[in-house]
């Protein structure tokens, strides 16, 4: 498996380039922004993008996908709860984050849905409380956890339709089960560490202890 972290734009997001090892078909998850750069990455290793997989719908996290969507067809795919909200973001919030506006999702996902990249396919795990679609993508050691737990920290619960509650009982019932060697990749370069693993978020991340 080729995977690549990518911070991208101006809101210290990680997008996640994933191909095989040979090349074929990829994906990319959250390509804010910095399109250009992801797509010449692909070319590069001979991944062709398939698909454009975001975590949720907030604008930090969607603003690429029009251009992204336009240069490589790819199909955008996301949380079947989320996918309203996508062509919902203001233009006054897209202004003020340099985005434009997504197009409609193109598939939707629930709980436990399989999307394939070449031989693999990342699991989804639904983790609402950052949004009521958030999801998280598990695939061998890794899991990708958008912004539902960060290295050190987790995500904001404060916007519309956020739940502190919720986001609590995902991570430790969708997050901490997982092996403790599992390697985390956030949604966002926000702790000392670009990347954790699940048993040290477990133990030393101070808003799930």
Not at 41 to 46: K, S
Not at 179 to 194: L, M, S
């Amino acid at each position: 498996m080729f995977l690549k972290q990518l911070e991208v734009g101006n809101f210290s997001v990680f997008a996640y380039l994933l191909g095989g090892e040979e090349g074929g078909d990829g994906l990319v998850i959250d390509p804010a922004d910095h399109v250009d750069e992801i797509i010449s990455l692909a070319d590069q290793y001979g991944i062709v993008i398939q698909c454009i997989l975001n975590t949720h719908a907030h604008v930090d996290h969607v603003m690429g996908n029009e251009e992204m969507k336009r240069k490589t067809g790819a199909k955008i795919i996301i949380h079947e709860e989320d996918a309203p909200l996508l062509t919902r973001i203001p233009r006054s919030m897209l202004s003020m984050f340099g985005g434009q506006p997504s197009p409609p999702a193109d598939q939707t996902v629930k709980d436990g849905d399989l999307i394939r990249v070449g031989a693999s396919a990342l699991k989804v795990l639904h983790t609402p409380g950052h949004s009521p679609g958030g999801i998280c993508l598990h695939l061998d050691n890794m899991v990708f956890t958008g912004d539902t737990l960060f290295v050190g920290g987790v995500g904001r619960t404060d916007l519309p339709g956020g739940s502190w509650s919720l986001m609590l009982h995902s991570i430790k019932t969708k997050l901490l089960t997982l092996p403790d060697e599992t390697i985390v990749y956030p949604g966002h370069n926000y702790g000392y560490a670009p990347t954790s693993t699940i048993k040290n978020e477990r133990l030393h991340n101070p808003f799930i202890r």
